[in-house]
């Protein structure tokens, strides 16, 4: 088994690899545009010097040849600039034909131009034009790769506004947020969490979960990370994993100086005993569910309903049969804090579970 620290190593390398591997197709991608730039408006000409300056050459320190992101960008001449004051106003008027036109005059002079794809990406947009929006957003994040925050927003485009094309555009999401990752790695959770709802989408579990649990060691016990990590465990059949997951966060919380329920909240509890549910660990199941439910409500001292096994009579709407049991201290608490206080959707599966361990009786009470 590969130690879990070099198996995300080995993620990252792998990354790396996808990522500059994406680049030159980006690139390539680039390329194809500009000709069918030049071809829809007649222009012969040779492409420019500035067609190559996206990618340089040079070596590492052992002397190695390799290819480096783009340079940085020159300050635009007097011509880009006017061009790009032309078609900006162009844009505010709503002429996007012709703001298309001059955009597309400076990519030509000089694609580095970062202002000219992200104009060009708004000008793609308004025209209904998803591919090309797309496009344009990632090559104008590519010009400034150490701004996560436009490769985020090209990840967003790709996953939300592509309408049909959305599962198309998913080796494109990934792209941009494993770029913002390494953009800016010491504040990556977005990124992260949007690459592991992609590589889920895309059938990737197990990547996935090595980005949550990533997630899960800048957050400990994150609930809704463990919300998500539970799902993929689950599609992985390794119910066990997650519930070790909510174990640890259930010690961390009621260790913690948090209020019961106050980030480990009824929506947890309710996953934690489907899992217990999910392996056909029903008793465990019904324990759980009482012990937590017991903590949110604030009764945790009540310790004595875990020896109760036959009956629930803990979590009936009134005292009639709790004050059978002699460690019962009527008045103690509000009736809100007993069988009132438990939702109805944690009802319903205790008496599933009385169903399933043979207790018909008792789950009819429930």
């Given at each position: ?8 190593l ?14 030159a197709k980006?690139e ?10 030049r ?5 012969e ?42 078609a900006?106003?162009?844009f ?7 703001a ?35 496009l ?14 436009q ?5 967003r ?14 080796p ?9 990752i390494?953009?800016?790695p ?14 889920r ?27 998500l ?18 174990s ?5 919380y009621?260790a ?38 017991r ?5 945790e ?9 036959e009956?629930?009579?803990?979590w ?34 205790l ?6 361990l ?9």
């Open positions: 088994m590969i130690p879990r620290d070099e198996e995300l080995s993620d990252a390398d792998s990354d790396y690899l996808d990522l500059k591997t994406n680049i980006l390539d991608s680039v390329r194809k545009f500009r000709r069918e730039q071809d829809e408006s007649g222009d000409d040779e492409e420019s010097p500035d067609e190559t300056r996206t990618r340089r050459k040079g070596r590492d320190i052992k002397g190695r040849v390799i290819t480096r992101g783009p340079r940085k960008a020159a300050v635009p001449t007097g011509d880009i600039r006017a061009r790009m004051g032309r900006s106003q162009a505010i008027e709503e002429n996007y034909e012709e298309k036109l001059l955009v597309e005059e400076v990519i030509r002079i000089n694609a580095e131009t970062h202002e000219a794809w992200t104009l060009l990406a708004s000008i793609f947009r308004e025209l209904g034009d998803r591919d090309k929006t797309l344009a957003l990632i090559y104008a994040a590519h010009l400034r790769p150490k701004d996560a925050t490769w985020l927003s090209a990840a485009f790709a996953l939300e506004e592509t309408g049909d094309h959305r599962s198309k555009n998913l494109s999401a990934k792209f941009c947020f494993s770029s913002a390494r953009a800016n010491k504040n990556d959770f977005e990124a992260r969490c949007g690459k592991a709802e992609v590589l989408e895309m059938g990737s579990t197990s990547a996935a979960i090595v980005e949550y649990r990533h997630i899960l060691k800048q957050r400990p016990h994150d609930t809704s990370i463990l919300r990590i539970s799902e993929a465990y689950i599609d992985k059949d390794n119910v066990k994993a997650a519930l070790d997951l909510y640890e966060a259930i010690d961390y009621k913690s100086d948090s209020q019961p329920g106050e980030k480990f909240t009824w929506s947890d509890v309710n996953i934690y005993v489907e899992l217990h549910a999910y392996l056909g660990q029903y008793a465990d199941a019904v324990k759980e569910l009482k012990s937590l439910s903590w949110i409500l604030g009764r001292s009540e310790l004595y309903w875990d020896d109760v096994l009956d629930d009579r803990e009936d709407s009134d005292d009639t049969r709790r004050v059978l049991h002699p460690s019962f201290c009527q008045g103690k608490y509000g009736l809100h804090q007993y069988g009132d206080g438990l939702p109805m959707e944690l009802r319903v599966k008496g599933l579970y009385r169903l399933r043979g207790f018909h009786a008792e789950a009819l009470v429930c």
